[in-house]
């Protein structure tokens, strides 16, 4: 089955504490993203992939890093999450280069205390 | 960069009635405008599209609309059921250096009243 996997599902952690949220897709696709969804606010792009090794920032990414070694995997790292980070989190892939729709990953609901 | 603005926030439309959602964008370079559903808790899914080289397409009980010259793109749902009660966000999407830069709006909460 076509998917894209993000864990954990929910996290509560405390300001400061280094955490990394997972994204895998199995659907070989060259563009990923991460977004962050806050009421009245959509969805914003922190940081986006166009291929390994190929990373640009959105336009929310400060306070975050990612990474891409592998074409199916695209952590988010939060080296020292502060409160305002607490929000709800996608992963989505697409083709990219096509106009194609994005895939989302089921969420990550973050609370940074 | 693309900005995108979404009207309205909220939505609330009786059982059977049509529900129509509005989306502006400023970058008259952006040529692709998908729909994406987002029940609660769940994961946004895409309900339409629509190419900047179409005025409209359908899909069943869904529509959208794309006006190029004044660069705005309407979701029109017709004989609303209670199942059609989500949060909707439009999406313009740019292709930048081969690859696609996708601005979201901010959503709309449409309640289906039974």
């Known amino acids: 089955e076509a998917q894209v996997t993000q864990n954990p599902r929910y996290l509560i952690t405390v300001t400061g504490k280094k955490l990394t949220v997972t994204c895998s897709q199995n659907?070989?696709?060259?563009?990923m993203s991460w977004y962050r969804q806050d009421p009245g606010l959509g969805l914003r792009q922190i940081y986006y992939s166009m291929n390994v090794e190929v990373t640009d920032k959105g336009d929310v990414p400060e306070g975050y890093k990612v990474s891409r070694k592998e074409k199916r995997n695209f952590p988010l790292i939060l080296e020292s999450p502060s409160p305002n980070q607490t929000s709800l989190y996608f992963c989505?892939?697409?083709?990219?280069?096509?106009?194609?729709?994005?895939?989302f990953g089921q969420g990550t609901r973050l609370t940074v205390v | 960069g693309e900005n995108v603005e979404q009207h309205p926030s909220t939505l609330s439309v009786q059982e059977g009635d049509s529900a129509v959602i509005k989306c502006t964008y400023s970058d008259s370079a952006s040529n692709y405008f998908p729909w994406y559903k987002q029940e609660l808790g769940k994961r946004p899914q895409l309900i339409i599209d629509?190419?900047?080289?179409?005025g409209e397409k359908k899909d069943q009980r869904i529509a959208v609309t794309l006006n190029k010259t004044a660069k705005h793109f309407s979701l029109h749902i017709t004989e609303t059921q209670p199942e059609d009660s989500a949060v909707y966000f439009c999406?313009?999407?740019?292709?930048?250096?081969?690859?696609?830069?996708?601005?979201f709006g901010t959503g709309t909460k449409l309640q289906v009243i039974p």
């Open positions: 999406a313009a999407t740019l292709n930048s250096g081969g690859y696609q830069k996708v601005t």
């Open positions: 659907m070989n696709h060259e563009y």
């Open positions: 629509i190419r900047s080289n179409v």
């Open positions: 989505a892939s697409s083709k990219g280069h096509l106009n194609t729709e994005a895939f």
